[in-house]
């Protein structure tokens, strides 16, 4: 589990940028020997104003456990509940889906707040890059499906942690910024901390 020089703040914030315009806020509670997030994020893409909230819970280790997302458009509302093991088996919707086997974090299309649960939980050393395959969850229709990724922590004179990260999926490859709390501040092309 990443050990950091500063506890995780009561809530954050980011601004969208590139991909959308939006915003998305968050809350932290420490719950039942793990970690709880509720948060939601208002987006307009390609003309087309969407909001997902969401409720998310880590266990100590930062495994995902569960979470319930709600999505809602113009054209529709709905709504998913994840449910994991911590050992790599989920739920959607109270149904098993071997797509997702393996899978330790969710990953939210419209949340840079869900970056920081691998990083939490793989812990790297500099230099060192490990695979974080997630349960990634589309906006706002809220379609799963599996995604691969990789994370390399990079080594930072400015004692900033700084992560490689990569979505093949997506053709995405990028230099994530974290603060010393293990939140992302610069998420290039998708989001910038702002408070």
Request: glycine share 10%; with cysteine; proline share 6%.
């Amino acid at each position: 589990m990443l050990r950091t020089s500063r506890p995780l703040p009561a809530s954050a914030a980011w601004e969208h940028r590139d991909a959308r315009v939006g915003f998305e806020v968050a809350y932290l509670e420490v719950h039942g020997g793990g970690h709880r997030w509720h948060g939601c994020t208002t987006a307009l893409e390609d003309g087309q104003p969407w909001i997902v909230t969401y409720d998310i819970f880590c266990d100590g280790d930062w495994r995902t456990r569960w979470a319930r997302i709600t999505g809602t458009s113009a054209a529709r509302t709905s709504a998913v509940v994840l449910e994991a093991d911590g050992q790599g088996a989920w739920r959607i919707n109270g149904f098993p889906e071997p797509a997702l086997v393996g899978c330790l974090d969710v990953d939210l299309e419209s949340s840079a707040l869900t970056n920081a649960l691998p990083v939490h939980r793989l812990a790297l050393s500099p230099g060192e890059t490990r695979p974080a395959p997630a349960a990634y969850v589309r906006a706002p229709g809220l379609a799963v499906h599996r995604l691969e990724q990789t994370y390399r922590r990079e080594v930072d004179e400015e004692r900033r942690q700084r992560y490689h990260y990569t979505a093949p999926a997506f053709d995405y490859a990028a230099q994530l910024v974290y603060d010393d709390g293990g939140l992302v501040l610069d998420y290039p092309g998708i989001a910038r901390r702002a408070g």
